[in-house]
């Protein structure tokens, strides 16, 4: 049999000699380096000028992350989806307590923009779209590009994508497709540069947000180096600098 699964795959000798190495101190310079640095190389390979967040938590915290930090519970949300990461994606908004619609595609197909323009054309009151870009139990990648031309073009929502299985793999222009959030996680696209942990919800934002704690809002005060907010986790930004370097 040909098992084919995203992992687990090796990790090189220079990430696995990174995880071994002695604590820093967290809150001096070196560390300061460190965040500086990885802040800005996520912002390329994201291609944004937008702000970018670190979180230790999986990337299912990050797309949560993503919903309580731009909806509010009531808002009207449509979540196109073309399976189960998509289908978690509504219900995260519909635990929140948003209205979802869901737009289902069946297994094995991309979401049809003639369809998700109607949904939109009929249903003024939505606030924002949820899609993933690459929807990784089927194998099949959105038009995302297409979807943004729609959404944003046409419709001017917000639109919140989960690229957890798509940066690094395939193109996502976040700045000229005009996405509002874009989420991945350090232990799915990110192997096909190198290989390693798993652990960290990545995501931009270009929006206002709320004000406490656990907010986005919140988070961006633990990359700026003044602050006594919490700091995210060391050693994953550590692996960071190394993986950024050879992206
Ligand atoms: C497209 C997509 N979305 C969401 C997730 C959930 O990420 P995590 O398992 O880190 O919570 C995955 C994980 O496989 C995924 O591939």
Not at 53 to 82: F, P
Not at 169 to 195: E, I
Request: with cysteine; aromatic share 8%.
């Amino acid at each position: 049999m040909n098992l084919r699964i995203p992992g687990p795959i090796p990790v090189p000798d220079d990430i696995l000699a990174l995880m071994s190495s002695p604590m820093i101190n967290h809150r001096g310079p070196d560390f300061k380096d460190i965040l500086y640095r990885v802040t800005a190389g996520l912002k390329q390979v994201f291609e944004t000028q937008g702000d970018m967040y670190v979180l230790t938590s999986s990337g299912t915290g990050a797309m949560e992350a993503a919903v309580t930090n731009t909806l509010s519970s009531g808002d009207n949300v449509l979540c196109a989806s073309i399976g189960s990461f998509g289908n978690r994606f509504g219900q995260i908004a519909q635990v929140f307590g948003a209205n979802v619609t869901m737009l289902n595609f069946p297994p094995g197909y991309a979401v049809d923009l003639d369809r998700l323009r109607n949904e939109l054309a009929k249903a003024p009151e939505i606030k924002a779209v949820l899609v993933t870009h690459n929807e990784t139990n089927t194998g099949v990648t959105n038009d995302l590009e297409g979807i943004c031309s729609v959404v944003k073009g046409e419709f001017d929502k917000l639109l919140l994508v989960d690229g957890i299985s798509s940066v690094c793999s395939v193109p996502l222009r976040t700045d000229d497709w005009g996405c509002d959030v874009v989420v991945s996680a350090s232990q799915k696209g990110w192997m096909l540069l190198l290989a390693l942990v798993s652990g960290l919800g990545l995501r931009m934002l270009r929006l206002k947000c709320p004000d406490f704690i656990l907010t986005f809002h919140s988070i961006k005060n633990t990359t700026k180096w003044d602050s006594r907010h919490g700091l995210p986790h060391y050693l994953l930004f550590l692996l960071l600098t190394t993986l950024l370097v050879k992206y």
